[in-house]
């Protein structure tokens, strides 16, 4: 079982920049994948994005492409997401899940079910 920690969240403005970070440590298998899905409140949590560890595939919610970016340094066993030009709707707590898969099309969108391990979440709000 491989342990998640989300971190970097927090309070910005609109049109501001985050990056949250997912540190994974335990048991990682190269050929895993590793996402970020968010909560708002009373909503259902959403997928955000989603990368293979070879960095060869990666996809995105349609809300969030060409604002957002996922990336992964394997050496340090972290997965990131950088969030450009936020926008209020983006105010969520942010999860990151991982589980064993290859590469995927551009246009996969993961379930949570599709996913077993989960980080613990971190808050980000974005004020208009």
């Known amino acids: 079982q491989v342990q998640l920690v989300d971190s970097g969240g927090g309070l910005v403005q609109a049109g501001g920049s985050l990056r949250l970070s997912c540190a994974a440590s335990?048991?990682?298998?190269?050929?895993?994948?590793t996402g970020w899905f968010r909560q708002a409140p009373g909503k259902e949590r959403e997928f955000v994005a989603v990368i293979s560890w070879s960095r060869r595939s990666t996809s995105y919610a349609d809300s969030v492409r060409g604002r957002f970016t996922i990336s992964r340094d394997n050496a340090k066993n972290t997965v990131y997401l950088q969030m450009n030009s936020l926008k209020s709707e983006d105010t969520a707590v942010y999860y990151c899940?991982?589980?064993?898969?290859?590469?995927?099309?551009?246009?996969?969108?993961?379930?949570?079910?599709?996913?077993?391990?989960w980080g613990q979440g971190t808050q980000v709000t974005v004020s208009s």
């Open positions: 335990g048991r990682i298998f190269s050929n895993s994948v």
């Open positions: 899940a991982a589980d064993r898969a290859g590469e995927f099309p551009s246009t996969w969108k993961p379930k949570s079910s599709d996913f077993g391990s």
